[in-house]
Nanobody
Framework: QVQLVESGGGLVQPGGSLRLSCAAS????????MAWFRQAPGMEREFVAA????????YYADSVKGRFTISRDNGKNTVYLQMNSLKPEDTAVYYC??????????????????WGQGTQVTVSS
Protein backbone atom coordinates (compact mmCIF):
# COMPACT_ATOMS: atom_id res chain seq x y z
CA GLN A 1 0.00 0.00 0.00
CA VAL A 2 1.20 3.48 -0.84
CA GLN A 3 2.43 5.52 2.12
CA LEU A 4 2.21 9.30 2.22
CA VAL A 5 4.56 11.65 4.09
CA GLU A 6 3.83 15.36 4.43
CA SER A 7 6.40 18.08 5.02
CA GLY A 8 6.76 21.83 4.79
CA GLY A 9 4.62 22.99 7.68
CA GLY A 10 5.73 25.62 10.16
CA LEU A 11 5.09 29.02 11.68
CA VAL A 12 4.40 31.90 9.32
CA GLN A 13 3.12 35.44 9.75
CA PRO A 14 -0.26 36.50 8.33
CA GLY A 15 0.10 37.28 4.64
CA GLY A 16 3.01 34.89 4.28
CA SER A 17 3.41 31.74 2.20
CA LEU A 18 4.24 28.08 2.70
CA ARG A 19 4.50 25.11 0.37
CA LEU A 20 3.48 21.73 1.67
CA SER A 21 4.75 18.54 0.06
CA CYS A 22 3.25 15.05 0.11
CA ALA A 23 5.68 12.36 -0.96
CA ALA A 24 4.33 8.95 -1.92
CA SER A 25 6.35 5.80 -1.28
CA UNK A 26 5.66 4.65 -4.82
CA UNK A 27 4.04 6.01 -7.89
CA UNK A 28 0.32 6.09 -7.37
CA UNK A 29 -2.00 4.84 -10.08
CA UNK A 30 -3.21 7.53 -12.43
CA UNK A 31 -6.67 6.52 -11.30
CA UNK A 32 -6.09 7.98 -7.82
CA UNK A 33 -7.25 11.36 -6.62
CA MET A 34 -4.93 13.28 -4.32
CA ALA A 35 -6.28 15.73 -1.79
CA TRP A 36 -5.37 17.98 1.10
CA PHE A 37 -7.50 18.24 4.22
CA ARG A 38 -6.93 20.18 7.41
CA GLN A 39 -8.07 19.93 11.00
CA ALA A 40 -7.96 22.71 13.57
CA PRO A 41 -8.22 21.97 17.32
CA GLY A 42 -11.77 21.07 18.30
CA MET A 43 -12.93 21.11 14.68
CA GLU A 44 -13.79 18.42 12.17
CA ARG A 45 -11.40 17.60 9.37
CA GLU A 46 -12.24 19.74 6.36
CA PHE A 47 -11.53 19.59 2.66
CA VAL A 48 -8.95 22.03 1.30
CA ALA A 49 -8.08 21.00 -2.26
CA ALA A 50 -7.93 18.00 -4.57
CA UNK A 51 -6.78 16.80 -7.96
CA UNK A 52 -9.48 14.61 -9.46
CA UNK A 53 -8.21 11.27 -10.78
CA UNK A 54 -9.97 11.15 -14.11
CA UNK A 55 -9.60 14.69 -15.40
CA UNK A 56 -6.64 15.97 -13.41
CA UNK A 57 -8.74 19.05 -12.66
CA UNK A 58 -8.22 20.85 -9.38
CA TYR A 59 -10.93 21.70 -6.87
CA TYR A 60 -10.77 23.99 -3.85
CA ALA A 61 -12.71 24.89 -0.75
CA ASP A 62 -14.22 28.35 -1.05
CA SER A 63 -12.17 29.50 1.94
CA VAL A 64 -8.87 28.92 0.10
CA LYS A 65 -9.82 29.55 -3.52
CA GLY A 66 -7.49 32.08 -5.11
CA ARG A 67 -4.89 31.68 -2.35
CA PHE A 68 -3.95 27.99 -2.45
CA THR A 69 -2.79 25.90 -5.42
CA ILE A 70 -2.57 22.11 -5.57
CA SER A 71 -0.20 20.52 -8.05
CA ARG A 72 1.39 17.17 -8.80
CA ASP A 73 4.85 16.10 -9.96
CA ASN A 74 4.50 12.52 -11.17
CA GLY A 75 8.24 12.19 -11.71
CA LYS A 76 8.82 12.79 -8.01
CA ASN A 77 5.66 11.00 -6.79
CA THR A 78 4.85 14.22 -4.94
CA VAL A 79 1.81 16.43 -4.53
CA TYR A 80 2.20 20.04 -3.42
CA LEU A 81 -0.01 22.63 -1.78
CA GLN A 82 1.21 26.18 -2.35
CA MET A 83 -0.39 28.43 0.24
CA ASN A 84 -0.25 32.20 -0.22
CA SER A 85 -1.80 35.11 1.66
CA LEU A 86 -2.11 32.94 4.74
CA LYS A 87 -4.56 33.93 7.46
CA PRO A 88 -4.71 32.97 11.15
CA GLU A 89 -7.80 30.88 10.37
CA ASP A 90 -5.64 28.68 8.13
CA THR A 91 -3.92 27.37 11.25
CA ALA A 92 -4.40 23.60 11.39
CA VAL A 93 -2.78 20.25 10.90
CA TYR A 94 -2.73 19.58 7.16
CA TYR A 95 -3.15 16.04 5.86
CA CYS A 96 -2.49 14.55 2.46
CA UNK A 97 -4.85 11.82 1.28
CA UNK A 98 -5.27 9.43 -1.64
CA UNK A 99 -8.39 7.68 -2.84
CA UNK A 100 -10.79 6.97 -5.65
CA UNK A 101 -13.87 9.08 -4.97
CA UNK A 102 -16.42 9.91 -7.60
CA UNK A 103 -16.48 13.61 -8.39
CA UNK A 104 -19.48 14.35 -6.20
CA UNK A 105 -17.69 12.81 -3.19
CA UNK A 106 -14.35 14.50 -3.77
CA UNK A 107 -14.70 16.63 -0.62
CA UNK A 108 -15.60 13.76 1.74
CA UNK A 109 -12.72 12.67 3.96
CA UNK A 110 -14.36 9.27 4.58
CA UNK A 111 -13.86 8.29 0.96
CA UNK A 112 -10.08 8.51 1.06
CA UNK A 113 -8.25 5.31 1.97
CA UNK A 114 -4.66 6.44 2.49
CA TRP A 115 -3.52 9.27 4.75
CA GLY A 116 -0.29 10.90 5.77
CA GLN A 117 0.64 11.71 9.37
CA GLY A 118 -0.06 15.42 9.00
CA THR A 119 2.04 18.59 9.21
CA GLN A 120 1.30 21.57 11.46
CA VAL A 121 0.74 24.99 9.92
CA THR A 122 0.52 27.93 12.30
CA VAL A 123 -0.26 31.42 11.06
CA SER A 124 0.42 33.99 13.74
CA SER A 125 2.20 37.27 14.30
Amino acid sequence: QVQLVESGGGLVQPGGSLRLSCAASERASSDVSMAWFRQAPGMEREFVAALFRRSGNSYYADSVKGRFTISRDNGKNTVYLQMNSLKPEDTAVYYCAAGRPILSALRLSSIYTTWGQGTQVTVSS
